[in-house]
C-alpha cells in the first residue's frame, strides 16, 4: 500500500526558504506522477509542481515558476519541493500526491494523498 509521508513546513518570514520532503513507501514509483498540491485556507486544492518518476520531467504551476523546485531521489524514493523567495500568498497546507503519469497533473489524476504539511509565510 502506497504511503506518502511530507515533512519539513513551518513558519518563515517573507523572502525565506523552505524545503519540503516526501517520504514515499508501498510500491515501485516508475510508472507514477507525482507531485505537490496546495490548500490555504478557505481556497480550493490546487496543483503546484509535478514530477514523472521515471525520467524527473518537471512541471509547475505559473505562480511558483522560478521560485520552486522539485525534485526526486529514485534511490530513497523521496520527492522534495525547495521553495525560494517565499511570499505570504504561498502559506498553505502543502500535500505530496501520486497517481498515473498524466500531465497536466490534476486532483483527480492523484490516487494517494500524505497527510499534509503546513507552511506559513509571515509578511
Known amino acids: 500500500q502506497v504511503q506518502l509521508v511530507e515533512s519539513g513546513g513551518g513558519l518563515v518570514q517573507a523572502g525565506d526558504s523552505l524545503r519540503l520532503s516526501c517520504a514515499a513507501s508501498g510500491h515501485t514509483f516508475n510508472r507514477f506522477y507525482m507531485g505537490w498540491f496546495r490548500q490555504a485556507p478557505g481556497k480550493e486544492r490546487e496543483f503546484v509542481a509535478g514530477?514523472?518518476?521515471?525520467?524527473?520531467?518537471?512541471n509547475y504551476a505559473d505562480s511558483v515558476k522560478g521560485r520552486f523546485t522539485i525534485s526526486r531521489d529514485n534511490v530513497g524514493n523521496m520527492m522534495y519541493l525547495q521553495m525560494n523567495s517565499l511570499k505570504p500568498e504561498d502559506t498553505a497546507v502543502y500535500y505530496c500526491?501520486?497517481?498515473?503519469?498524466?500531465?497536466?497533473?490534476?486532483?483527480?489524476?492523484?490516487?494517494?494523498w500524505g497527510q499534509g504539511t503546513q507552511v506559513t509565510v509571515s509578511a
Open positions: 500526491a501520486a497517481g498515473a503519469i498524466v500531465v497536466p497533473f490534476r486532483i483527480k489524476d492523484a490516487d494517494y
Open positions: 514530477i514523472r518518476w521515471s525520467d524527473g520531467a518537471t
